[in-house]
């Protein structure tokens, strides 16, 4: 077989993923050959996994935190969707989520079998009387996004948990992307913020480890026990994962990359994106498009078809929102040289 | 934090997973940025998606193959039962398998709320008259194993298959671990052998891969169809994976390993590794020990409660079946002088 190469990331766009920090990818590549699902065999690995939950929990505001590191937030979303359900009594339960919720919870309503009922929005962000009204007795979860996939959106998160809590429901945030970059910000989202149960929050996206490192938090441990299964022939007794086998890689690099730039290495990422994704608010608004206001570091934009087919025929990997615009994600690796070449691609394709 | 070093394999003797080869370690390595969740994006991966699923086809008796490469063994279970299930018409489905089906199929019960029938065995091997009664009209899923996690069996795969064709339900089998050894046999267990419809076979066990690269095959695409789930913000515009977000490093290095050693090199390790179960076998047996003949390189064999305790204090990372016995699984690891070494600790010890 020819050697295959993978492509940099020099003109990704609008993906949520992006090129590991150097200790994070050391420390995968020490780590690919141990499995956390055999955390009886694995020892080291499994202490690892300890250490990067416990710093997710500092980040979320959760002191003595429980969860583990999963394989995305996919999984992270599918596990407290089943948490809220298997500790319910319902036959017949639904989620409520705002229309803005990553396609994620459609999976999760299908694998699950729970109704998903989606709120319609309210400037991008969930309407507090439109999720009230979908919630009924059946209602296991209501869920809120802690920085949305399209638009960067925070939705009322204190409140949401309110609802929740009213109607013995959990609530479940879904920080995957907005995680690492709300602690710097004045966004109410998190544990000690609001009396939310279960919460996403990616180490692979903007925490810069290596994929797959999701993370699941729950505020009580005893949540996790709705997930276990038994496991009759590891020298561990019981497992609460949705996968089994799982990457030694994400878990260690999640550990690493979390002690290093926690907090400050952070902060220093999340001040950069914020100026790139205004520079290029205000470039775009100079050339007269349409941009949605950048609440977290994702600009929108307005762009006709013609232009995005031209842009992708340059090479750029860029994505559509469900209305229509292009969404340009400022992860770690977009850079200022990179946005000014891409804008330079625009004023010679329009 | 204080650089984490994991442990190495010299005394692991009961875990499916092993060290990659050196083909797949690097491949991993050029590729842990990349993400086959986006295959619109990340382009270079999903193209070594397909050769992996190709070569997996290969090995499985199945030309043009359909499927994907997953997070593992469970996730590749849990998604047959779930085709299975979303294509029946029944709201009460049942899934019928050995007692020696893997834990991942209770978890797959949980996840998905089907229920899991479990039959009797006979000789380690799945009962055809106890599957049988088991069976009725919500019955969507036989599962047959092609290699048992505990004793290395095969079931009568060729007749299960036809248990399920006849009670109009899908046939599944799990070769998580079996797939890379039996194609070197005489047994009955793929999808030229036996009219079953999807198949788990794990890159990241006998196929050397690094995890996570699962194996879920499917005998028609169409049946891929039941997991469909729209993507509205990706290039791609829909999803069959649990997971969304995957590693490109378990693509890449399955589809650089599979490309190497399909399939010489396997049939060497194959070689290898059922000599070193024979010569386990013949050096317990020797010693007095009752040792379950090894059908497939997986040695069980009963040793005293506290010899067990005690290889344990000595390093030997070991588990036990559901039944008491010590289970070695043969992987490339474990190698013959590993083997004289554990010999001569038990020599020690009893």
């Not at 992708?312 to 994505?319: E, T, V, Y």
């Amino acid at each position: 077989m020819q050697r295959a190469e993978p492509q940099d990331f020099s003109r990704v766009l609008s993906s949520m993923c992006t090129e590991p920090h150097a200790i994070a990818h050391d420390a995968a590549v020490r780590f690919l050959a141990s499995n956390p699902g055999d955390p009886g065999t694995y020892e080291t690995v499994a202490r690892l996994e300890r250490d990067a939950i416990e710093s997710l929990g500092e980040i979320a505001g959760l002191p003595d935190a429980a969860g583990y590191i999963a394989s995305g937030g996919t999984e992270a979303n599918i596990q407290a969707v089943r948490i809220a359900r298997n500790r319910a009594e319902t036959r017949t339960p639904n989620v409520v989520a705002p229309a803005s919720a990553h396609f994620s919870f459609h999976k999760a309503a299908d694998v699950l079998r729970v109704e998903l009922r989606t709120a319609p929005l309210e400037e991008y962000r969930a309407n507090l009387e439109a999720v009230s009204e979908l919630i009924d007795e059946d209602t296991v979860c209501v869920v809120g996004v802690a920085g949305t996939t399209e638009y960067g959106r925070v939705d009322p998160i204190p409140e949401l948990a309110e609802l929740a809590v009213d109607a013995g429901a959990l609530c479940h945030v879904d920080a995957a992307w907005g995680g690492f970059v709300l602690p710097f910000t004045e966004h109410a989202w998190n544990f000690s913020d609001a009396e939310i149960h279960t919460m996403t929050i990616d180490p692979h996206k903007l925490g810069r480890a290596a994929v797959p490192a999701g993370g699941l938090l729950v505020r009580e441990p005893e949540l996790l026990d709705e997930l276990a299964i038994e496991t009759p022939y590891l020298e561990s007794t019981s497992q609460m994962t949705l996968t089994g086998t799982r990457s030694g890689a994400g878990v260690a690099s999640a550990a690493a990359v979390m002690s290093e730039l926690w907090p400050a290495g952070y902060e220093a990422q999340y001040r950069t994106a914020r100026s790139n994704a205004e520079y290029l608010r205000d470039e775009f608004e100079a050339r007269g498009y349409d941009v949605v206001e950048p609440v977290l570091p994702i600009v929108s934009v307005e762009l006709s078809d013609g232009l995005i087919d031209g842009l992708r025929d340059a090479g750029w990997r860029l994505s559509r929102t469900g209305a229509g615009e292009a969404r340009i994600v400022c992860m770690p690796h977009v850079t200022r040289p990179m946005l000014a070449a891409f804008l330079s691609d625009i004023d010679r394709l329009s």
